[in-house]
Each structure stands twice: as structure tokens, then as C-alpha cells.
């Protein structure tokens, strides 16, 4: 297998709806380990897995009403402080590549997660997309508009979706 290029998987992960920041959403956290224990396997240094994080910005900027605002730099410590957030969200796989040896990178990018998972793809060009899928039914679809069943259709490589087993979906199926 000498020569052979590294295949490079991006992975798209989320925040915890519910638990918020750092914690990752149960569908990431099924991607990442269904990407581990299917692909990769033993075989770590064949593969080099790429964590893509998208925030989405506030409507209003306002998520945070207990925040007084008297100065430009206020601002600047609120964005700032939504980085972090983001960072510590990729620490988590960023640490479990490194426990099992497998190559990563972890980036963050601002917007609707749709529209720059897509843009990421076809700027990185991985060999393979993996994306959870919080299985939602078809009500919430109409509100929610997966970001799976858009890269399956838009994004330039193949797109694998994984949806969560029936014993990790929560009762509210919003609930990640």
C-alpha cells in the first residue's frame, strides 16, 4: 500500500441543542464514532478525518440578554467569546483523534450550516462527507431543514448520513 494517498473524511458536527456548548450533539458524536469503528477501523494512518463546525449567527446577535453593551469592545468580547465556545465543541474529537492516533483538523466557520458544509467541500475537496442525521419526522422537517439531506444533494463528493439509533433519539425529537 505503498504511495497510496491518505483518504481525507470531513466530518460536520454540532452542539448539543439542549446541553448547548461544548457538548456535542448526539447525531456528531454518532457520525464521528460510526466513522471510526466502519471506516477507519485499525487502520489509522490511512485516513485523516476533518472536523467542520458552523455557527450560526444570531438573528438579532442577542443570545445573551444578561449582557450590558456600552462599547465597541463589548462586541468583540461577545464574538470572541462564541469562538471559544466553538473550540472547545472540536476539542473534544480533536482529543479522541489524538487518544487513537488518528490525523485530524478542526475549523470553524460562520453561517447557515447548509450552505458552508457545502462551500467547505468543494474548497477542501475530501474524499468522503459524514454527517449525523437527527432524524426528524417530517413535520419538523418543514422548520428545521436537515443539513443532510441538502449535502446529499449539493455537496461535490459522496455524502454518507447516519442516523441515530432508535435507543439515542430523545423524546422531542428537536432535542440533540
Avoid at 46 to 64: S, T, Y
Avoid at 102 to 108: N, S, Y
Avoid at 155 to 167: F, G, L, M, N
Wanted: proline share 6%; aromatic share 8%; glycine share 8%.
Amino acid at each position: 500500500m505503498e504511495g497510496e494517498a491518505i483518504t481525507r473524511i470531513m466530518v460536520g458536527v454540532n452542539e448539543s441543542t439542549i446541553k448547548g456548548y461544548p457538548h456535542a450533539s448526539i447525531s456528531s458524536k454518532g457520525a464521528f464514532e460510526w466513522t471510526l469503528k466502519k471506516i477507519v477501523r485499525n487502520n489509522t494512518s490511512g485516513f485523516k478525518l476533518l472536523f467542520l463546525h458552523v455557527q450560526v449567527p444570531d438573528e438579532d446577535g442577542f443570545e445573551d440578554m444578561d449582557s450590558i453593551f456600552a462599547s465597541p469592545e463589548d462586541f468583540k468580547v461577545l464574538k470572541h467569546r462564541d469562538k471559544i465556545r466553538g473550540l472547545h465543541l472540536l476539542e473534544y474529537f480533536v482529543n479522541r483523534c489524538h487518544e487513537i492516533g488518528v490525523p485530524c483538523e478542526a475549523w470553524i466557520k460562520q453561517g447557515d450550516p447548509k450552505e458552508v458544509v457545502c462551500h467547505e467541500v468543494k474548497r477542501v475537496q475530501p474524499d468522503l462527507l459524514v454527517v449525523g442525521c437527527r432524524g426528524l419526522g417530517p413535520f419538523q422537517r418543514v422548520f428545521v431543514g436537515t443539513v443532510s439531506e441538502f449535502c446529499v444533494k449539493h455537496a461535490e463528493c459522496p455524502v454518507v448520513t447516519i442516523k441515530r439509533s432508535a435507543a439515542e433519539t430523545p423524546q422531542d425529537p428537536i432535542d440533540d
